[in-house]
Nanobody, 126 residues
Framework: VQLQASGGGLVQTGGSLRLSCAAS????????MAWFRQAPGKEREFVAA????????AYADSVKGRFTISRDTAKDTVYLQMNSLKPGDTAVYYC????????????????????WGQGTQVTVSS
């Protein structure tokens, strides 16, 4: 079971990137998927999540209105479209997945997620 993140890179302030997270070894169509990020010397933080049927999305306040999470169930891939990037967005971005308990749609806590990708570096220059 693997999650493979890709799409990171170096971009100038105001630029855009699209991250992808492809699942292999099993289907993640029944899982809530999320993106987290971790900057040097900081804890891993929640960025965005999408429920298994894509009807619900959630974002950190710091990225709301700039980032969009989506998923293609047929391709078992989750995306993070990042626009209007700022230097503060510089971090390693990780995709993650888990099956939330009944009555819950997503979590902002990294420890709740069972599957993780390897991370992709996003660097925004000023």
């Amino acid at each position: 079971v693997q999650l493979q993140a890709s799409g990171g890179g170096l971009v100038q302030t105001g630029g855009s990137l699209r991250l992808s997270c492809a699942a292999s070894g099993r289907t993640f169509s029944g899982y809530t998927m999320a993106w987290f990020r971790q900057a040097p010397g900081k804890e891993r933080e929640f960025v965005a999540a999408i429920s298994r049927i894509s009807s619900f999305t959630a974002y950190a306040d710091s990225v709301k209105g700039r980032f969009t999470i989506s998923r293609d169930t047929a391709k078992d891939t989750v995306y993070l479209q990042m626009n209007s990037l700022k230097p503060g967005d510089t971090a390693v971005y990780y995709c993650a997945g888990y099956q939330p308990p009944s009555g819950s749609l997503y979590s902002r806590m990294p420890n709740d997620y069972d599957y993780w990708g390897q991370g992709t570096q996003v660097t925004v220059s000023s």
